[in-house]
Nanobody, 124 residues
């Protein structure tokens, strides 16, 4: 079955950096658009970033643009989220997701598979 497993979360001070990883198995990774989402306590899940199947195209939420970078390594079946200049409002559970439809990473087409998430906490 399809599994998406996130890692790399933790506690960091404001202004610091973290790199999240999401390892995929059970699917043909290069055939899927990959996305990162986050959910803060008491809030709805929100989109953060997405990357096209080849990795050539990316799309970001305004709240993370210029600070976060999404990338992927199709040989390793892994997608990454480099997070710089972190703010306390970035505190959330970060989850990766995969979808086979809608190749444009900016599309709102639903995702097919989701990981369990990794906690990111940014202290002030």
């Amino acid at each position: 079955q399809v599994q998406l497993v996130e890692s790399g979360g933790g506690l960091v001070q404001a202004g610091g950096s973290l790199r999240l990883s999401c390892a995929a198995s059970g699917l043909t990774f290069s055939n899927y658009v990959m996305g990162w989402f986050r959910q803060a306590p008491g809030k709805e899940r929100e989109f953060a970033a997405a990357i096209s199947m080849s990795g050539a195209f990316t799309y970001y939420a305004d709240s993370v643009k210029g600070r976060f970078t999404i990338s992927r390594d199709n040989a390793k079946n892994t997608v990454y989220l480099q997070m710089n200049s972190l703010k306390p409002e970035d505190t959330a559970v970060y989850s990766c997701a995969a979808r086979a439809g809608a190749a444009n990473p900016g599309s709102t087409h639903p995702y097919d598979y989701w990981g369990q998430g990794t906690q990111v906490t940014v202290s002030s």
